[in-house]
């Protein structure tokens, strides 16, 4: 892979980046769900660090700001995610099939992939895999629902069921699921936004028209860019 798909400061006001120099990455309704789940979801995960760390006595900004208390802001904004997710789920029941067949699909050659990765986040030279989702996206999924599945079932169950053994289970797996989803929606949120020089421009696979430019695609999925080229030209 050329370095100056990587180096080149000026590669994302490229005025060649025009409708041909760009690819479709996820359709809209997927886009509308992710920011509505990424709303919730740091709300949530700000408002339950806040409880978690004992601090409900004195509200935290977001609370100030809302005029509602930490508690109270968390079990609202907890109703909104496990509708959203409801809704998702019979609405676009097709897009989680393929979601969830992309995600578990693991191939020979997605180990050295992991063995190259560390280094290609900062030089943009990633290992080769065939997938939709990059060997470390399928393991990143994996964990997301799992990890934010638990949490709506066991959120939902504590804002009905008040105390008893029940509530004592439900605190503690909905606080490890916490404790396990936090690092990676941080990691996610740090690759996806682009910061790091292998992963530039790949913010735009879920934002505004949802088009990435076909050579940060490739940089990143380069045996999916390719299907679509050659769906594209067919
Ligand atoms: C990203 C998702 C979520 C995260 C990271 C999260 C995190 C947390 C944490 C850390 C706590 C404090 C536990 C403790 O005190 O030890 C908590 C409490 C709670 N969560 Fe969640 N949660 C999430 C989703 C939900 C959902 C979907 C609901 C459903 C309504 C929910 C309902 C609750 C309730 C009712 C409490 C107890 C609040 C209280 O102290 O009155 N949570 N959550
Ligand atoms: C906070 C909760 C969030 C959750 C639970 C979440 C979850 C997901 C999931 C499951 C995917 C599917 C593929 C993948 O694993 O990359 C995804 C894709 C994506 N997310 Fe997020 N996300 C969150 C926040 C964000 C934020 C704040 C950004 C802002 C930069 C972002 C940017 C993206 C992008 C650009 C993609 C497209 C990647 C692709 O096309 O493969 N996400 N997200």
Redesign the pocket.
């Known amino acids: 892979m050329p370095d100056d798909q990587v180096a080149d400061p000026g590669a994302d006001t490229d005025p060649e980046a025009g409708a041909h120099g760009t690819l479709e990455r996820n359709p809209r309704p997927a886009r509308w769900f992710h920011a509505g789940v990424y709303v919730t979801?740091l709300v949530?995960?700000a408002t339950?660090?806040w409880?978690?760390l004992g601090r409900?006595g004195s509200p935290s900004a977001l609370a100030r700001a809302t005029g509602v208390s930490d508690?109270d802001l968390?079990?609202v904004t907890?109703?909104v995610?496990?509708a959203l997710v409801a809704v998702g789920a019979v609405a676009g029941a097709r897009g989680w099939r393929t979601f969830w067949r992309e995600s578990v699909r693991f191939r020979r050659g997605d180990g050295a992939w992991f063995r190259r990765w560390p280094a290609a986040v900062l030089t943009g030279r990633f290992g080769r895999h065939e997938g939709r989702f990059d060997p470390g996206q399928r393991v990143a999924n994996l964990v997301l629902v799992a990890t934010?599945l638990a949490?709506?079932v066991t959120?939902?169950g504590?804002?009905l069921v008040s105390g008893g053994p029940a509530f004592v289970w439900l605190?503690r797996v909905?606080?490890w699921s916490?404790y396990a989803?936090t690092p990676v929606v941080v990691g996610h949120v740090i690759i996806a936004a682009g910061v790091l020089p292998g992963y530039r421009g790949v913010w735009r696979a879920m934002h505004l028209g949802g088009r990435l430019r076909t050579t940060d695609a490739q940089r990143v999925w380069p045996g999916w860019t390719e299907r679509q080229e050659r769906r594209r030209r067919r």
């Open positions: 979801v949530l995960g339950g660090w409880l978690l409900e508690a968390h079990t907890g109703w995610l496990a934010l949490l709506v959120g939902v504590l804002a605190v909905h606080r916490t989803l």
